[in-house]
């Protein structure tokens, strides 16, 4: 098809039966026309056979227009919703069971200098996000126009989507809260009732560290549900048996992991890197992953993001390719004040008394009135409990400007080599990961990133007294992380184990996963010398627990063989545990 010139529309929407490159417009079989307020030239809009979108745009602006535009025809009640839920505005739609909800998630919005926000993520974040979100807006007023198109869930619910501000994207920080607030909570129970070396059974700590009770601090003070209000604000929108309400839940950070690794041409049949990805995100429907293709002058980059992004996190350019897991380094505090007994609205701070920042904000409630919440900060965080003259504020990296997570991605996807992805990579801030790269010109690489706190005479690992003997001392740069290029063994690759250089000197965190899947995954490439990207599809899938494996050698000297079903999971063979599909 001929493009021709025509302001303020996006000519196609074309679903074709092809590759995933090289479609054209001829191999269509059914093709649709939109026209889209503030489009500046055509723009064609191919989906594969594996219903992937491909855009192809005039500018990179158009293209992220039409990103938004297809994120929303194809998402739009996940990304509502999402939305929704980060800005706490559920009960304006589904009414008052989720009140309390709203209020949490407002707690932990980024409400800090715009301009700040917005640089910290390169040149065109800003246009991203507001051409990504006029996008979506257009979508919503051309359901408007025809409400038979509706999504059946916005039916049931009885509600119409909402417009979006570009802000919207960067200031939600809810949905990526991680490290290790909950961890620290969990430590201190099993201090008050064990001692702190029994809590070395539940999580084991690298580089070795012996935790002591912080000065001010006791762990059998805490109370149970101090974190109600946080694990309110980070969790999903719940819907319990045919009833819209929000349930509080204790995220299982243990249950997710994530792997990645590269390969270099020396180690593969076809002499070219491969590089393999899994983030490992928990299943769901629609999944939590959402992957295209932007094609435009000086951007052609495919890949995954979160469904309500603009721009690629995982992918390729033509050029470099790149991938990312977790790693985890500690971006987290709980802080315990003492407040003043005569007066609730202050807190100890020094040889004095601070008082509490407190806002008073309306929520909409559907069928009711609205409601009045008030949201109360210390210098170090949102307040997320008071039990009696104690009160409990988080203090997050994720408040500082440039952590909206993932959006960091907006300067590194269209690098074109080592250098320009870790310039992207240095200010990068969350989710704290594990980058590994690969080039067309063979190299391949390791880059983390992520914003660490510098702490001053604490390590972390449990809460401490908010009175100012517990402080951090800016942030780490992101030039003291270590990187790896082009290493003698031909591969990299990671799965949130602990993986920073003996004698390490800066203490990023000394929480990190089992390294039994990342042992799995070097054990594996190792003994390969001409891998094929079928090799690491497998090794995606693989089962093999090297767990299991020690457990049946065990058992076999205490066991007869047919328990191995029962220790192993399904057979002697050490399968059944998944290895570097699971933990």
């Known amino acids: 098809m001929t493009r021709r010139r025509l302001s303020k529309r996006l000519v196609v929407v074309i679903f074709v039966l092809g590759l995933v490159f090289g479609v054209t417009p001829a191999m269509a079989t059914q093709l649709e026309r939109f026209s889209i307020p503030g ?5 064609q809009l191919v989906v594969d056979r594996w219903g992937v979108p491909h855009m192809y745009a005039e500018s990179v602006a158009d293209a992220f227009l039409a990103q938004g535009f297809n994120a929303a025809r194809e998402r739009l009640f996940q990304i509502d919703l999402w939305r929704r839920r980060g800005l706490g505005k559920l009960s304006e739609v589904l009414g008052p069971s989720y009140v309390e909800q709203d209020r949490a998630a407002r707690l932990f919005l980024y409400r ?5 926000e917005w640089d910290s993520y390169g040149p065109n974040a800003e246009l991203a996000a507001s051409r990504f979100t006029q996008g979506i807006n257009a979508y919503v007023d051309w359901l408007g126009r025809h409400p038979e198109a509706m999504p059946e869930e916005f039916r049931i619910l009885g509600y119409t989507p909402d417009h979006w501000e570009a802000t919207d994207i960067v200031r939600i920080r809810s949905h990526g809260l991680t490290r290790n607030l909950t961890s620290e909570v969990a430590r201190s129970k099993v201090a008050c009732v064990a001692g702190l ?9 690298k580089p070795k560290r012996e935790t002591v009770v912080p ?5 059998c ?5 101090v974190l109600r209000v946080f694990q309110l604000a980070t969790q999903e929108v719940t819907f319990a048996n045919g009833q819209v309400r929000a349930l509080p839940s204790q995220p299982d950070e243990a249950l997710e992991g994530s792997n990645n690794w590269v390969v270099a041409p020396k180690r593969t049949a076809t002499g070219r890197p491969i590089l393999a990805n899994d983030p490992h995100r928990v299943y769901s429907a629609p999944s939590l992953r959402y992957i295209s293709q932007l094609v435009a002058p000086g951007m052609n980059v495919i890949g995954a993001n979160e469904p309500f992004l603009p721009g690629i996190s995982i992918g390729h350019n033509g050029t470099i390719a790149f991938g990312l897991t977790v790693m985890p380094m500690d971006q987290e505090d709980l802080y315990v004040y003492q407040l003043d007994p005569n007066d609730h609205s202050r807190y100890r701070y020094g040889d004095g008394w601070e008082r509490l920042r407190t806002s008073t904000e309306k929520v909409s409630v559907a069928g009711e009135p609205a409601r009045q919440v008030e949201l109360s900060y210390t210098r170090h965080g949102p307040v997320i409990a008071v039990d009696g003259t104690r009160a409990y504020a988080v203090r997050t990296a994720w408040l500082q400007p440039g952590m909206s997570p993932y959006y960091g991605s907006q300067k590194y996807m269209t690098a074109k080599n080592f250098t320009q992805f870790t310039d992207a990579m240095r200010d990068w801030g969350a989710p704290t990961e594990n980058q590994v790269y690969a080039d067309v010109h063979g190299n391949i690489g390791w880059v983390p990133g992520g914003l660490a706190p510098i702490r001053r005479g604490y390590d972390g690992l449990m809460p401490i007294p908010g009175d100012g003997r517990y402080e951090w001392d800016g942030f780490y740069n992101g030039d003291i992380l270590p990187r790896s290029y082009n290493p003698t063994e031909g591969f990299i690759a990671t799965a949130n184990e602990f993986n920073l250089p003996p004698n390490y000197p800066y203490p990023l965190g000394f929480e990190w996963t089992y390294p039994a899947r990342h042992q799995r995954i070097v054990e ?9 990207v079928a090799d690491s599809m497998r090794l995606q899938g693989d089962q093999v627990s090297l767990v299991a494996r020690r457990l049946v050698r065990q058992q076999h000297s205490v066991m007869p063989v047919d328990m191995c079903g029962v220790v192993a999971g399904s057979g002697c063979d050490g399968r059944g545990f998944g290895g570097v599909g699971a933990r």
């Open 524 to 532: 594996t490439l190792a003994k390969s010398q001409r891998g094929t």
């Open 112 to 116: 800090g200098d715009m301009r700040r």
């Open 197 to 205: 070396p029994a809590d070395l059974v539940r999580v084991s700590l």
């Open 215 to 219: 000065v001010g601090f006791d762990p």
């Open 221 to 225: 003070a805490l109370p149970s549900d």
């Open 39 to 43: 489009l500046r030239q055509p723009v």
